[in-house]
């Protein structure tokens, strides 16, 4: 190599380390001075809206910048009106972050009319908490443990969102695979609607995730008021050893299959995800995803969720990905019996 050319390489380096030198310090710079929103998809007072403000909390100090991180509630369509105005509407730069149910995923694949998203297109930040579901009743309804439940004379009113959601799946799946008499009544926008019909004695209760309905409940649990009647998990919750697993009472190896991939797959991983819009700078995606990491493993996060009773046990955004591009290669044959079980009741 010649002198000339060795001294043009070497100031060729210089300039591309400058250059990326610039663009780090950019990227770093951008959220300075920022607002971040978290547009959560569900009603406040639920478990979606409870993790949202805790980790806007305790998320900003883990991002270069130190940018404001606000909450703001965006019910309605079962999560649908938020995932879509992210995917169709949101502005694309980082500053928009949206939380919803992944059963909407699944919908997605099932040809849903109200999806209006192509979820391998969102880039994803992470999941707070792999989620355990529950069935849980309220003591007005008379249904206090599964037996009650069985002698039913009437089916008993389960309240739910709509199709994709915790509340709307799992009824839909008991009544096509199990024995237990079951109803659902659709139309509520998230947990906490459903938890106060229950308390009226419109409902007999709900169907969602134990770690979100633990809290609200927790003076009507110690009174006994309230009680956690089936499990929809591989093995019992630690704090609920020996109530009965909905496997179980499942009436055939279909049954467990389906019930395996909706909610223990997909409605435990994917239950409640951060997403960015499509085409969201990939340096800042990977800021957040980084930001969401540390602040899933930061000392003072971890001591609110542990006074406020909020188990973590986070997903990271690279295995969100992995497990949204899992659900495009579910076989044809599963999936026509999925979308046989969340089909309308003629």
Aim: with cysteine.
């Amino acid at each position: 190599m010649t002198r000339k050319l060795a001294v043009a390489s070497l100031a060729l380096a210089a300039a591309l380390a400058v250059s990326g030198l610039v663009a780090h310090a950019a990227t770093d710079n951008f959220f300075a001075g920022k607002t971040i929103r978290i547009i959560v998809a569900y009603s406040p007072g639920g478990g979606f809206d409870a993790y949202s403000r805790m980790l806007a909390r305790h998320m900003p100090r883990h991002i270069p910048g130190n940018p404001t991180v606000v909450v703001q509630n965006r019910p309605g369509a079962g999560g649908l009106i938020t995932s879509n105005f992210l995917y169709n509407r949101a502005k694309p730069d980082g500053l928009t972050i949206g939380n919803w149910i992944g059963g909407l995923i699944l919908q997605q694949y099932l040809g849903s009319k109200g999806v209006r998203f192509d979820a391998a297109k969102f880039e994803w930040i992470g999941a707070p908490v792999r989620i355990h579901n529950v069935c849980m009743t309220h003591k007005r309804s008379g249904i206090v443990d599964l037996a009650t439940w069985r002698a039913a004379k009437a089916p008993v009113k389960f309240g739910g969102g709509r199709p994709g959601s915790t509340t709307w799946d799992i009824p839909r799946i008991l009544i096509n695979h199990t024995d237990l008499p079951t109803k659902l009544i659709e139309g509520y926008g998230g947990t906490a609607p459903v938890r106060l019909a229950a308390e009226r004695g419109e409902l007999a209760g709900v169907c969602a995730s134990w770690e979100g309905l633990k809290n609200p409940w927790a003076a009507a649990l110690k009174k006994g008021d309230v009680k956690v009647v089936l499990q929809l998990v591989d093995k019992p919750h630690p704090a609920l050893a020996n109530v009965p697993l909905a496997k179980d009472q499942m009436k055939t190896d279909e049954g467990r299959l389906v019930l395996k991939t909706v909610v223990h797959d997909i409605g435990g991983s994917l239950n409640r995800p951060y997403s960015l819009p499509p085409g969201t700078p990939k340096d800042r995606v990977m800021i957040l995803r980084r930001a969401f990491d540390a602040a899933t493993k930061d000392p003072e996060l971890l001591a609110e969720a542990k006074k406020s009773k909020f188990d973590i046990s986070a997903v990271s955004g690279e295995e969100v990905e992995r497990l949204v591009a899992d659900i495009a290669k579910l076989p044809a044959e599963l999936m026509a019996t999925i979308k046989k079980t969340f089909a309308p009741k003629r």
